[in-house]
């Protein structure tokens, strides 16, 4: 596997709440007893992780998992990755990094990333339950045969005191344009961090929100055991859902014909115009994307908006042209991919 | 002819130069001699004026031109004939106003506007000897029986001091999006008010230039020859033009995929939007033109953009839904005569 997949099925657009949950998360973190940290440890080391991988996945029926080592991976490649939001950007600046990945990009498992281990299952929608059984069973058969540091009062030991106990994070990406259009989002996302969750933008922490796009995570495991995280984290998912859902009957109400001029104008700039930044694409999509939501727009999938909220990204455009790209050629691409996966609603 | 035509000959976007001047038109005043001024002359006097008119129409052979009393014609139908500049706001509001006009609308005399007749010509492009050439013809047949005041040293009276002399009034509207872009307007208006010659906006004196389109017409008729007031306004629109090619090669050479971004928004924006005021819609339909001028926009015709200049004032927006319409149902019905007909495009 020498190129990696430009989609992913987390992109698909369906599954419960779909509309408003782009997708849903889970993250295990394990890490082996016999070996440092991946912060601390050697070159020998590193790979020792992955060979110990390599021979745990020989052992054990992993649903079709393929290896991915970055020291033999273009750094191109790796970025895609991280614009599909399978690996973090650090992690793909590890020349001992690797990923373990199925067909369809549901089920992964970062290597050598902050904790030698990080199992993960990336479902479309609000499916943190399904998505929780899945990385539970990846875990199971993954680490049959491995070691892994656990401590009874602890639980799981990991790199970060924010992870030890269960290593679980559960995240959902979630589109909330409608409460951004009433100026509602502030109270909304504040609401969260006082639960103990975190906000974060389209790429994780410390980066922005755009296309009105948002992560929420939770933030300790320590001291709760997975049930509550998941219900936590679901609840307030719910909670949000509906106060989105509510925020678009009001702009329904107050206007059919100035959320369809919004959305017209979002889709008529966005499949004529032959330059875009990817600031102004997100923002165009996110207005298109409540279109179709509300009804408004027709011959448009969710799946489409999904994959080209991922195809705009500098990595999958030069993949796509076959060649690097300066920023004004990558705003020049961006701009025919979306002409050319727009327009056709109109054949 | 109970209704007007929606369409006129200048619409047609053709004759010489038709990328940039729009339209060509000669207007001559004339006043019978027997009779006060309009502004002075009493509802009989304006009466006796439309009936002499009359009686000179059944003797010749003039180019199939019908008589349109305004007293039997609805506000919102002389409203239409004003935004397709074939008479004056002012004209429109006088009962005792009427209009002769041929088919196409090329041949028109307002009665009892400022003067007893204003004999005038318009025809798409650069044709101001023709249309002078047409004018005179019409001014010869209409006049050949009727009594027109005329001073062997002043020449034709009318009621205006700066018509006085030849009566005659010569006019261009010309389209001038790239010397607007490049910030270089002001300079060429300029130095045409230097030249003796005025430059206004879109509807005549005192309007608002929407969409870079400028009326330049002469300023003073007295004691200049016909040929002298025409050589002039031709020699200058020439000049004019010449500016703006220039202005435009600029554009070009300075970066077609700026440009095709620029003209590709407007007809996204033009294309599917759902509400619009006439400003906006003037200033994206001159970005749109620009860009069929220059071969960037393809499938749509100059004809079509100049008749959508016209439809999507208030009149033409009500005749075309057959009722009055409130001012945010024009901006919708706006929108929506844009889409249907731009649209047309892509089938």
């Not at 990333?113 to 990336?122: A, N, P, S």
Request: hydrophobic share 40%.
């Amino acid at each position: 596997m020498s190129f990696v997949n430009l989609f992913s099925r987390w992109m698909d657009g369906q599954g419960p709440e779909s509309d408003i949950v782009i997708s849903s998360r889970i993250r295990l973190a394990r890490n082996l007893n016999s070996l440092p940290f991946p912060r601390r440890a050697d070159l020998n080391s590193l790979q020792q992780v992955i060979q110990e991988v390599e021979k745990s996945l020989q052992k054990n029926n992993s649903p079709q998992l393929k290896l991915i080592k970055f020291a033999s991976l273009p750094l191109v490649e790796r970025q895609i990755l991280v614009e599909k939001h399978l690996i973090s950007p650090q992690h793909g600046q590890n020349e001992q990094g690797a990923l373990l990945l199925n067909e369809d990009g549901s089920l992964s498992v970062m290597i050598n990333e902050e904790d030698h281990l990080r199992i993960q299952c990336i479902l479309p929608g609000l499916q943190l339950t399904e998505a929780w059984r899945q990385t539970q069973e990846l875990d199971d058969d993954l680490t049959r045969e491995l070691d892994i540091a656990y401590d009874e009062d602890l639980g799981y030991l990991t790199c970060c005191p924010t992870n030890v106990g269960t290593g679980l994070r559960a995240s959902v990406m979630i589109h909330l344009p409608a409460l951004a259009y009433l100026g509602r989002l502030e109270p909304v996302l504040r609401s969260i961090t006082k639960v103990g969750l975190a906000v974060r933008g389209t790429y994780g922490e410390g980066t922005e929100a755009r296309g009105n796009i948002f992560q929420i995570s939770n933030q300790v495991t320590l001291g709760r055991n997975e049930e509550e995280i998941l219900d936590n984290i679901q609840r307030v998912t719910t909670q949000i859902v509906e106060h989105e859902k509510n925020a678009r009957d009001i702009l329904v109400k107050s206007g059919k014909v100035k959320l369809k001029d919004l959305t017209g104008r979002a889709y008529g700039v966005l499949a004529n115009a032959y330059v875009m930044t990817s600031t102004e694409a997100m923002k165009l999509l996110s207005d298109l994307r409540l279109g179709v939501d509300l009804g408004l727009v027709e011959g448009l999938s969710p799946k489409l908006l999904n994959q080209l909220l991922v195809l705009i990204y500098p990595a999958h455009l030069q993949r796509l042209q076959g060649k690097d790209l300066e920023e004004h050629e990558r705003d020049f691409y961006r701009a025919a991919l979306l002409r050319e996966n727009l327009r056709k609603r109109e054949e």
